[in-house]
C-alpha cells in the first residue's frame, strides 16, 4: 500500500518556475514507477512524466520536454516535478502516481495509486 500526498502547486506568471513535491507513504516506495499526470479544465488526465525506480530512468510528454525535470529521493520517500518556463497552458490540477510493474508507462491506466492533486495555475 502506498499513500501519495502533493505539494508546491500555485499562482505562478508565464515564465516562471514551481517545484512539486509528492510524499509517499509505505516502505516499497522505492521499488515503484512514478509518474506525474495533469488534469486541464474540460480536458482528460494527461502524462507528463514518469521515473524509474532507481531514479536513472525517465520519460516526458512532448508537451514538457525541455522544461520539466522529474526526480525521486528514495531516501526521503519523495519525488519532485521541477517546471521551468512555465505556459498558461500548463494550468492544471497535476497528480503524483505509483505504478508497481517497473515500466514507465504514460497511461494512468497502469497506475495502482493516486494523490489528491495540486492546483498549479499560470497566468499570461
Known amino acids: 500500500q502506498v499513500q501519495l500526498v502533493e505539494s508546491g502547486g500555485g499562482l505562478v506568471q508565464a515564465g516562471g518556475s514551481l517545484r512539486l513535491s509528492c510524499a509517499a507513504s509505505g516502505r516499497t516506495f522505492g521499488s515503484y514507477t512514478m509518474g506525474w499526470f495533469r488534469r486541464a479544465p474540460g480536458k482528460e488526465r494527461e502524462f507528463v512524466a514518469a521515473i524509474s525506480w532507481s531514479g536513472g530512468s525517465t520519460k516526458y510528454a512532448d508537451s514538457v520536454k525541455g522544461r520539466f525535470t522529474v526526480s525521486r529521493d528514495i531516501a526521503k520517500n519523495t519525488m519532485y516535478l521541477r517546471m521551468n518556463s512555465l505556459k498558461p497552458e500548463d494550468t492544471a490540477v497535476y497528480y503524483c502516481?505509483?505504478?508497481?510493474?517497473?515500466?514507465?508507462?504514460?497511461?494512468?491506466?497502469?497506475?495502482?495509486?493516486w494523490g489528491q492533486g495540486t492546483q498549479v495555475t499560470v497566468s499570461s
Open positions: 502516481a505509483a505504478d508497481s510493474t517497473g515500466i514507465l508507462h504514460v497511461s494512468r491506466l497502469f497506475y495502482k495509486y
